[in-house]
C-alpha cells in the first residue's frame, strides 16, 4: 500500500510527510513518499494534496506539472483512488476560486471559494488557530472524532458547497465555514490535520486505513 503526498512545489511538505508516517506505522498503512514523480503518482494506492498560499497560484503550478496533474486527474477519476486535498489542496477541488481572480478548480465537489466574511467585524480574517467541528455528516474518516473536537486553520477563503450532502463538517466564525468535505473516493479538508494534534493524526490514521 503506497500513499503519495504530491509536491508541486505549493507548499512546506515536512510535517504532512512526518504526520502521515507516523500515522501509517501505527495503523499498518504501509508506505508514505513525497513525490513530484507522476509514475509514482500514477501507480500510488491512495494520493494526499497539500497547498499553501493562494488559489490561482496552486492552480497554475498543479497545472504546469503537467505529468503530475494529468496522473492525479486520471487516478482518482478512472480508477476511483481515495483522495485526500488538504487547505488550498481542498479548495482546488470546487468548481470554481474567486482569489484575486476567476480560476477553474478541478470541479470534483461543486461549487466556489470565497473569501470569509464573518458576520462579526471583531473577527479577524485570515481565520487562523483552533476551531470546534460539527459534524454534518457521518463518514469513516470521523471514526472516533465527535462535534466540538478542534483542528487547526489558516485560511482567509472559504469552500462554498453546492450541494450540502458534500459538506461532511463546518466550524463556527460568526457564520458556518466548511471544514470537511467529501464524496466517493474524494476528501478535502479545510484545516490542517498535520497541525492539529490527536485530532487530526486520527483523521490521519483513518483515511490511510479507508477502502472505499
Not at 510535517?15 to 495503523?27: G, I, N, P
Not at 509514482?40 to 506539472?65: K, M, Q, T, W, Y
Not at 471559494?113 to 480574517?125: A, C, M, Q
Request: proline share 5%; aromatic share 8%; net charge negative.
Amino acid at each position: 500500500m503506497l500513499t503519495a503526498i504530491i509536491d508541486y512545489e505549493s507548499g512546506n511538505l515536512h510535517s504532512a510527510e512526518k504526520a502521515f508516517q507516523r500515522m501509517a506505522r501505527e495503523v499498518d498503512g504501509g508506505e508514505v513518499v513525497v513525490t513530484y514523480d507522476a509514475e509514482i503518482v500514477a501507480c500510488a494506492d491512495r494520493l494526499v494534496l497539500p497547498g499553501d498560499g493562494a488559489f490561482p497560484a496552486c492552480a497554475s503550478e498543479l497545472r504546469g506539472h503537467k505529468g503530475i496533474y494529468d496522473a492525479m486527474v486520471e487516478a482518482v477519476e478512472q480508477r476511483g483512488r481515495p483522495f485526500l486535498g488538504i487547505c488550498v489542496g481542498m479548495q482546488l477541488m470546487a468548481t470554481t476560486g474567486h482569489e484575486y481572480q476567476e480560476t477553474a478548480g478541478l470541479n470534483w465537489i461543486a461549487g466556489d471559494v470565497e473569501k470569509i466574511t464573518p458576520t462579526d467585524p471583531v473577527l479577524k480574517v485570515p481565520h487562523m488557530g483552533w476551531n470546534d467541528l460539527v459534524i454534518d455528516h457521518p463518514h469513516p474518516v470521523l471514526d472516533g472524532v465527535q462535534t466540538g473536537d478542534h483542528t487547526y486553520f489558516v485560511h482567509s477563503y472559504q469552500f462554498h458547497v453546492t450541494n450540502p450532502a458534500e459538506r461532511i463538517a463546518h466550524v463556527d466564525y460568526a457564520g458556518d465555514v466548511t471544514a470537511i468535505i467529501g464524496r466517493d473516493t474524494m476528501l478535502g479538508m479545510q484545516f490542517h490535520p498535520e497541525k492539529s494534534q490527536d485530532v487530526g493524526l486520527r483523521m490521519i490514521g483513518n483515511f490511510l486505513r479507508w477502502r472505499p
